[in-house]
């Protein structure tokens, strides 16, 4: 590598985005990185500073502009976020709902096209997007909650990134499980069949620490370039069983496109 590659880490203070711009600091070497977020006391938080941190909102593609300017990438964690209504009555089946203005047709889709049409002004070459498992079911049950449709949103935003001519990485991750990265053999597929039909041995959930390797490693492995794939993972190893560790095989198993 010539030069250390500019990226930018969208949703960078969540819980997921915050491992990725972690991960990526530590690799001083490969990546000089940015943030960008709404909460600069957050971001304080979480990073010590806001140094290197833009603020603003994917609502708001003006705000995406210094951000995104002179990056070689973009990593794309915002993700709209249901919240549970307080209950009416006791015994209540949980109800959800979004803040205003913060609907999955807003955030996961026209968030995510804004966030795609600026990285392509500014000449980004690879957009790297973390996203759920699911999106194939419009009855699952992330899109009822609130009546979002989250997943069918992402889906559709997914494919409006294919078709941009940007290179792509579409990691849909399974459950997020907030446990150890690195201790586990990790499972790659597509169309979420592991959802239905997983063989034995696999779960269908995932540390977020081994999804944040996987969105570095994305920008690391010219493998993973055009993928579009579901990574779930194996129990924590055992003595005997294996971990993932090389990162351009498992790329390999993956296929372009949706």
């Known amino acids: 590598?010539?030069?250390?590659?500019?990226?930018?880490?969208?949703?960078?203070?969540?819980?997921?985005?915050?491992?990725?711009?972690?991960?990526?600091?530590?690799?001083?070497?490969?990546?000089?990185?940015?943030?960008?977020?709404?909460?600069?006391?957050?971001?304080?938080?979480?990073?010590?500073?806001?140094?290197?941190?833009?603020?603003?909102?994917?609502?708001?593609?003006?705000?995406?502009?210094?951000?995104?300017?002179?990056?070689?990438?973009?990593?794309?964690?915002?993700?709209?976020?249901?919240?549970?209504?307080?209950?009416?009555?006791?015994?209540?089946?949980?109800e959800f709902t979004f803040a205003p203005g913060e609907m999955p047709e807003q955030i996961d889709y026209q968030g995510q096209i804004n966030q795609i049409d600026a990285a392509k002004r500014a000449g980004v070459k690879q957009i790297v997007v973390v996203g759920s498992m699911g999106g194939t079911d419009e009855k699952h049950f992330?899109?009822?909650?609130?009546?979002?449709?989250?997943?069918?949103?992402k889906r559709k935003a997914e494919q409006y990134l294919i078709d941009s001519g940007v290179d792509y990485t579409i990691i849909r991750a399974g459950g997020l499980l907030d446990q150890p990265g690195g201790k586990r053999e990790l499972v790659v597929s597509k169309d979420d069949v592991l959802l239905g039909n997983a063989p034995e041995g696999v779960t269908t959930s995932i540390p977020r620490a081994d999804v944040a390797e996987v969105a570095v490693q994305a920008l690391l492995e010219s493998a993973a370039r055009n993928k579009a794939f579901d990574v779930v993972s194996k129990p924590e190893a055992t003595n005997q069983a294996p971990v993932t560790n090389d990162f351009k095989a498992l790329f390999t198993k993956t296929q372009p496109g949706l």
Not at 68 to 93: F, H, N, Y
Not at 142 to 153: E, F
């Open 1 to 94: 590598m010539s030069h250390p590659l500019q990226v930018l880490v969208t949703g960078a203070t969540g819980r997921t985005g915050s491992l990725v711009a972690q991960k990526l600091q530590a690799l001083t070497e490969s990546f000089v990185v940015r943030g960008f977020a709404r909460s600069s006391q957050k971001a304080t938080e979480l990073f010590g500073s806001t140094e290197n941190f833009f603020f603003g909102s994917i609502l708001e593609p003006d705000s995406l502009t210094p951000a995104l300017e002179g990056c070689d990438a973009l990593v794309i964690l915002t993700s709209a976020a249901p919240q549970m209504k307080p209950p009416t009555q006791p015994g209540q089946r949980p």
């Open 142 to 153: 992330l899109n009822t909650m609130g009546n979002g449709k989250i997943l069918v949103w």
